[in-house]
């Protein structure tokens, strides 16, 4: 048996899920994980948490309704935090209070199936320690599946093994864990960090479900963000980008002012007025600005890696066996 499994009756699994405004989904989110615990995963303790990012719908109370359903074999616990840090730090969050041997991070709009976690825990159980369940389709609107293509293709740029359809859903050993929870920072990318942790993994194909209730949360200019998020995270092309565009500039510039020498010299009037010099004004002052925005977005970033703001703050955790107690 692989050294980081311990035996079967020793075995707690955690199942992560961040929510923000889920109502509509999360009564059958953990009637789903509890199914799949007693009939697939009848060896392990389950412990479901749900990660609560500052909801503004009934979110809370359908998780505090939840806690009564925890029983011997589950632990249903409830984590608020301050207010809204974002999925990824929900994420973190999550599993920086979890208990489990193995922990499964899967989303709450029921989009990804609860059902495919025996799967995920079979390959753990045979020695990988990241276990990825890789989207072979997605039925999302046109704008998700453009900004989700273009994502994972500069991803992709760097992370070779990164599947082609993206992923959310996935399950990290006990070490894997504690190593993804160390890692500092805000403006984070989370697929990209569970590859660089860089243990033995594998995968598992699936198809991804149409959300049955609710809208995303994912709106047009947040996804805009988290693609340049992405792209910085990921990638050193827009610097390099930049230089070969200083260099062309530079050397545009230069043959420019050997044509208009020359021209002089053998007498001839070089350009046609005042456009070629306006047309050179808002070409350079569009490039000094685009390339002071690219600079400021890494200095941004730079100032939240060190300025020590928090990823998240905890305010209040509920868990099944508080409410029993209570």
Same mark, same amino acid.
Request: include cysteine; proline fraction near 4%.
């Given at each position: 048996?692989?050294?980081?499994? +311990?035996?079967?009756?020793?075995?707690?699994?955690?199942?992560?899920? +961040?929510?923000?405004?889920?109502?509509?989904?999360?009564?059958?989110?953990?009637?789903?994980?509890?199914?799949?615990?007693?009939? @697939?995963?009848?060896?392990?303790?389950?412990? /479901?948490?749900?990660?609560?990012?500052?909801?503004?719908?009934?979110?809370?109370?359908? &998780?505090?309704?939840?806690?009564?359903?925890?029983?011997?074999s589950v632990k249903i616990r409830?984590?608020?935090?301050?207010?809204?840090?974002?999925?990824?730090?929900?994420?973190?969050?999550?599993?920086?209070?979890?208990?489990?041997?193995?922990?499964?991070? &899967?989303?709450?709009?029921?989009?990804?199936?609860?059902?495919?976690?025996?799967?995920?825990?079979?390959?753990?159980?045979?020695?990988?320690?990241?276990?990825?369940?890789?989207?072979?389709?997605?039925?999302?609107?046109?704008?998700?599946?453009?900004?989700?293509?273009?994502?994972?293709?500069?991803?992709?740029?760097?992370?070779?093994?990164?599947?082609?359809?993206?992923?959310?859903?996935?399950?990290?050993?006990?070490?894997?864990?504690?190593?993804?929870?160390?890692?500092?920072?805000?403006?984070?990318?989370?697929? @990209?960090?569970?590859?660089?942790l860089g243990f033995s993994r594998?995968?598992?194909?699936? #198809?991804?479900?149409?959300?049955?209730? @609710?809208?995303?949360?994912?709106?047009?200019?947040?996804?805009?963000?988290?693609?340049?998020?992405?792209?910085?995270?990921?990638?050193?092309?827009?610097?390099?980008?930049?230089?070969?565009?200083?260099?062309?500039?530079?050397?545009?510039?230069?043959?420019?002012?050997?044509?208009?020498?020359?021209?002089?010299?053998?007498?001839?009037?070089?350009?046609?007025?005042?456009?070629?010099?306006?047309?050179? &004004?808002?070409?350079?002052?569009?490039?000094?600005?685009?390339?002071?925005?690219?600079?400021?977005?890494?200095?941004?970033?730079?100032? #939240?890696?060190?300025?020590?703001?928090?990823?998240?703050? /905890?305010?209040?955790?509920?868990?099944?066996?508080?409410?029993?107690?209570?």
């Amino acid at each position: 048996m692989n050294p980081q499994v +311990p035996t079967a009756r020793e075995k707690t699994l955690s199942v992560v899920s +961040p929510v923000f405004n889920n109502a509509g989904s999360l009564a059958e989110l953990v009637d789903r994980l509890i199914a799949v615990c007693e009939i @697939g995963l009848p060896q392990y303790q389950l412990e /479901i948490i749900l990660v609560d990012d500052s909801s503004f719908d009934d979110s809370v109370s359908v &998780i505090q309704s939840q806690l009564a359903k925890g029983g011997l074999s589950v632990k249903i616990r409830l984590v608020r935090l301050s207010r809204n840090f974002g999925q990824v730090s929900a994420i973190a969050a999550g599993l920086a209070v979890s208990n489990g041997d193995a922990c499964v991070v &899967i989303s709450a709009d029921l989009q990804d199936p609860p059902e495919l976690i025996a799967q995920l825990v079979e390959k753990w159980e045979t020695g990988s320690e990241v276990v990825i369940a890789a989207r072979t389709e997605r039925n999302d609107g046109v704008s998700a599946s453009i900004f989700s293509r273009a994502s994972y293709f500069v991803a992709r740029r760097r992370y070779s093994d990164m599947p082609r359809g993206g992923f959310d859903f996935f399950l990290l050993s006990r070490r894997a864990v504690d190593q993804f929870v160390t890692k500092p920072g805000r403006k984070r990318f989370l697929q @990209g960090e569970v590859f660089e942790l860089g243990f033995s993994r594998s995968v598992v194909c699936y #198809e991804r479900g149409i959300r049955p209730v @609710g809208k995303s949360q994912w709106r047009f200019w947040k996804r805009v963000e988290y693609f340049i998020d992405l792209v910085l995270a990921s990638t050193n092309v827009p610097m390099r980008v930049a230089t070969l565009l200083g260099f062309v500039s530079v050397l545009a510039s230069t043959i420019y002012a050997l044509v208009v020498v020359l021209s002089r010299v053998f007498g001839v009037v070089p350009g046609f007025g005042w456009t070629p010099i306006v047309l050179l &004004i808002l070409f350079f002052g569009g490039l000094t600005v685009f390339l002071l925005g690219l600079v400021g977005e890494y200095v941004w970033r730079i100032y #939240e890696e060190t300025s020590g703001k928090r990823q998240y703050l /905890i305010e209040a955790e509920q868990s099944s066996d508080q409410f029993k107690r209570g």
